[in-house]
Nanobody, 128 residues
Framework: QVQLVESGGGLVQAGGSLRLSCVAS????????VGWFRQAPGKEREFVAA???????NYGDSVKGRSTISRDNAKNTVFLQMNSLKPEDTATYFC??????????????????????WGQGTRVTVSS
């Protein structure tokens, strides 16, 4: 079992930046693939970014080129740096994790239903 807590959301003007953090507790975080998803009111949950155990990365098309995901296993933390924010980035951002064995250390998960553990979310609002 792992518990995830997101932070770093807030209100920012268009063009600004935010750095979201996802801190895990309970298990060895390095054994987990971690993803970020977002959901705006009335919309489906959307893939934002994910990082495998080995550091392989994938981004959703809507944030590609504007965001960077990274992990610090020593601190049990995954970061999502978001730049050049747009009003359409407004959503609640969720961190998710799933434990992966060594055979899957390079595997990235981009489908939300593949993840087992979820945080409570952090709200991001981008004003125009």
């Amino acid at each position: 079992q792992v518990q995830l807590v997101e932070s770093g959301g807030g209100l920012v003007q268009a063009g600004g930046s935010l750095r979201l953090s996802c801190v895990a507790s309970g298990r060895t975080f390095s054994a987990y693939v971690v993803g970020w998803f977002r959901q705006a009111p009335g919309k489906e949950r959307e893939f934002v970014a994910a990082i495998s155990r080995s550091g392989h990365i994938n981004y959703g098309d809507s944030v590609k080129g504007r965001s960077t995901i990274s992990r610090d296993n020593a601190k049990n933390t995954v970061f999502l740096q978001m730049n050049s924010l747009k009003p359409e980035d407004t959503a609640t951002y969720f961190c998710a994790a799933k434990e992966h064995g060594d055979s899957y250390r390079n595997t990235i998960l981009i489908v939300w239903s593949a993840y087992k553990y979820w945080g409570q979310g952090t709200r991001v609002t981008v004003s125009s």
